[in-house]
């Protein structure tokens, strides 16, 4: 205990050392945190696993301030694996669970160790009987772990910050589009300056074509099937055994994939492998930066084969890349690990009286995506923009109106009826047309309007759904948040912020 000591020689109080030091370490924990993390990819192609020491510190004084992270350090990265397949095309749970014992194990660390961590499921991985299969993996963690399903989109942004192309372009203060060439995708995004200002993937990637364990080429995705077929390829293990049919195709879907990176207008084949609407290119990069398997093989840091077209589609994209597309291609950093480092996490008490709640039973909620709303609500308000802006941010978390979500954004300027009004007819527009929406609605808001809107979105708008607005609140791109039952006394709703952490 620290104690303040008479000294009656001088006629005034001191502290010891131990006690000076033990109120400097008492200070510390109050503004710091520091975390033991986990980071568990796991895709169509391969999964990985990372532990990491993340240390946070409160940005300023008061208990909604937001922590910040002040250092980040990998302490073990596991070997990367073929993700397990069954023969049914159902992922192999048990052999997941293995990998996952033995890299805890490898590590020397104990799950009880662990404070946060974070799943991103891709591809084939969040297929719906795939997703249950690794939420029970992780059921003992359920509160600790951000699990994240990753469609087309989001999957472009996790891989523009895990490879280290936001960085890298904010480290340069440039433009640069990135390419993530994963086993049954490619991914771009374009980022400027460290933001991503737009993504679009298509279906070619290193394992669309691949041997099963007796070597027979059996694993034909139908990508590779509509590449035969324009060519007048068979598609049977004996064809594709054949490494002369394996080229044509190969080589065909390196043009395919090089007409999205050049932003070349898309022919018939093409378009049949488009997975998201085209890349807007409101500006023209200057460099290209590379990330997925086959990013090893371009890059120079992987010469072995894997029994796929990895290796063979990497030469045919350095053949035919550099004549049509005369760009520096920089390396980011993380190839194949292009992924998150497990997530930070702390909690902020939020005062009641600027909470509000509509739907009795809407609270406890855990691992609600956050949909940043990039406006600056500044001046008078449109609500077709607002509209517009949140949907453009659902459209990057692959979120549709039904899904649960919650909003955050920075509310500037007077609170006038009329500017609340617009946001709360644009929110309602983008999240639950006709005041309709199949999930509870989450507004997290940074300033003090949070009860107005509420009372506007439910009593003036007719919303129909539950509704938590709350303030003091400041969220990111990438952040998660769970928000806990309302205590009263003291009238406050715990919330825990957990944001996807990168290397």
Same mark, same amino acid.
């Given at each position: 205990?620290?104690?303040?000591?008479?000294?009656?020689?001088?006629?005034?109080?001191?502290?010891?050392?131990?006690?000076?030091?033990?109120?400097?370490?008492?200070?510390?924990?109050?503004?710091?945190?520091?975390?033991?993390?986990?980071?568990?990819?796991?895709?169509?192609?391969?999964?990985?696993?990372?532990?990491?020491?993340?240390?946070?510190? !409160?940005?300023?004084?008061?208990?909604?301030?937001?922590?910040?992270?002040?250092?980040?350090?990998?302490?073990?990265?596991?070997?990367?694996?073929?993700?397990?397949?069954?023969?049914?095309?159902?992922?192999?749970?048990?052999?997941?669970? /293995?990998?996952?014992?033995?890299?805890?194990?490898?590590?020397?660390?104990? !799950?009880?160790?662990?404070?946060?961590?974070?799943?991103?499921?891709?591809?084939? /991985?969040?297929?719906?009987?795939?997703?249950?299969?690794?939420?029970?993996?992780?059921?003992?963690?359920?509160?600790?772990?951000?699990?994240?399903?990753?469609?087309?989109?989001?999957?472009?942004?996790?891989?523009?910050?895990?490879?280290?192309?936001?960085?890298?372009?904010?480290?340069?203060?440039?433009?640069?589009?990135?390419?993530?060439?994963?086993?049954?995708?490619?991914?771009?995004?374009?980022?400027?300056?460290?933001?991503?200002?737009?993504?679009?993937?298509?279906?070619?990637?290193?394992?669309?074509?691949?041997?099963?364990?007796?070597? /027979?080429?059996?694993?034909?995705?139908?990508?590779?099937?509509?590449?035969?077929?324009?060519?007048?390829?068979?598609?049977?293990?004996?064809?594709?055994?054949?490494?002369?049919?394996?080229?044509?195709?190969?080589?065909?879907?390196?043009? *395919?994939?090089v007409d999205f990176i050049s932003g070349k207008s898309l022919d018939r084949?093409?378009?049949?492998?488009?997975?998201?609407?085209?890349?807007?290119?409101?500006?023209?990069?200057?460099?290209?930066?590379?990330s997925g398997g086959v990013s090893e093989y371009i890059l120079g840091r992987?010469?072995?084969?894997?029994?796929?077209?990895?290796?063979?589609?990497?030469?045919?994209?350095?053949?035919?890349?550099?004549?049509?597309?005369?760009?520096?291609?920089?390396?980011?950093?993380?190839?194949?690990?292009?992924?998150?480092i497990g997530a930070s996490q702390f909690t902020v008490q939020v005062s009641?009286?600027?909470?509000?709640?509509?739907?009795?039973?809407?609270?406890?909620?855990?691992?609600?995506?956050?949909?940043?709303?990039?406006?600056?609500?500044?001046?008078?308000?449109?609500?077709?923009? *607002?509209?517009?802006?949140?949907?453009?941010?659902?459209?990057?978390?692959?979120?549709?109106?039904?899904?649960?979500?919650?909003?955050?954004?920075?509310?500037?300027?007077?609170?006038?009826?009329?500017?609340?009004?617009?946001?709360?007819?644009?929110?309602?527009?983008?999240?639950?047309?006709?005041?309709?929406?199949? /999930?509870?609605?989450?507004?997290?808001?940074?300033?003090?309007?949070?009860?107005?809107?509420?009372?506007?979105?439910?009593?003036?708008?007719?919303?129909?759904? @539950?509704?938590? @607005?709350?303030?003091?609140?400041?969220?990111?791109?990438?952040?998660?948040?769970?928000?806990?039952?309302?205590?009263?006394?003291?009238?406050?709703?715990?919330?825990?912020?957990?944001?996807?952490?990168?290397?």
């Amino acid at each position: 205990m620290l104690q303040l000591h008479g000294d009656h020689q001088h006629g005034h109080s001191h502290m010891h050392e131990e006690d000076k030091a033990e109120l400097a370490n008492f200070i510390w924990r109050q503004e710091t945190v520091e975390l033991n993390t986990v980071g568990i990819d796991i895709g169509s192609s391969t999964s990985h696993l990372l532990f990491a020491t993340v240390r946070l510190q !409160r940005r300023s004084q008061g208990l909604s301030s937001r922590f910040v992270v002040t250092h980040r350090e990998v302490v073990w990265r596991s070997p990367i694996m073929l993700t397990p397949f069954l023969s049914d095309g159902n992922i192999d749970a048990d052999k997941l669970a /293995a990998f996952i014992r033995t890299s805890y194990e490898s590590a020397g660390i104990a !799950r009880s160790d662990i404070d946060s961590g974070a799943v991103i499921l891709t591809g084939e /991985a969040i297929k719906r009987h795939n997703a249950r299969a690794i939420d029970e993996l992780f059921a003992e963690e359920a509160g600790k772990f951000v699990c994240a399903t990753a469609g087309h989109k989001l999957e472009c942004t996790l891989a523009a910050h895990g490879s280290g192309a936001a960085k890298l372009s904010k480290d340069r203060n440039e433009c640069v589009l990135h390419v993530d060439i994963g086993g049954g995708t490619t991914k771009l995004s374009l980022i400027n300056k460290g933001e991503v200002l737009g993504v679009c993937a298509f279906a070619v990637g290193g394992r669309l074509l691949a041997q099963d364990d007796e070597g /027979a080429w059996t694993r034909v995705d139908d990508s590779v099937r509509l590449v035969a077929e324009e060519l007048g390829i068979a598609t049977d293990p004996e064809s594709m055994a054949n490494e002369s049919n394996r080229k044509k195709i190969v080589t065909r879907l390196a043009e *395919v994939a090089v007409d999205f990176i050049s932003g070349k207008s898309l022919d018939r084949l093409g378009m049949s492998l488009q997975l998201t609407e085209t890349l807007p290119r409101p500006m023209q990069p200057t460099a290209l930066t590379f990330s997925g398997g086959v990013s090893e093989y371009i890059l120079g840091r992987e010469t072995k084969e894997y029994g796929d077209i990895a290796k063979m589609l990497s030469t045919e994209l350095c053949r035919i890349l550099p004549e049509r597309l005369n760009l520096p291609m920089l390396d980011p950093g993380h190839g194949i690990r292009a992924t998150v480092i497990g997530a930070s996490q702390f909690t902020v008490q939020v005062s009641g009286k600027t909470i509000f709640l509509a739907g009795d039973s809407v609270l406890p909620v855990h691992n609600v995506p956050v949909v940043s709303v990039d406006l600056e609500f500044k001046g008078e308000i449109d609500s077709t923009s *607002v509209a517009e802006t949140i949907r453009a941010g659902m459209k990057k978390m692959d979120l549709n109106h039904d899904n649960q979500m919650a909003l955050a954004f920075t509310w500037k300027g007077d609170p006038e009826y009329s500017r609340l009004a617009a946001v709360s007819e644009g929110i309602l527009r983008a999240v639950a047309p006709g005041g309709k929406r199949g /999930a509870p609605l989450l507004l997290m808001i940074d300033g003090d309007v949070a009860r107005t809107l509420g009372h506007l979105l439910k009593h003036e708008f007719g919303l129909e759904s @539950s509704l938590v @607005s709350v303030d003091g609140v400041k969220l990111q791109e990438l952040d998660f948040v769970d928000v806990g039952e309302f205590l009263d006394p003291p009238g406050v709703v715990p919330v825990v912020i957990k944001s996807l952490l990168f290397s």
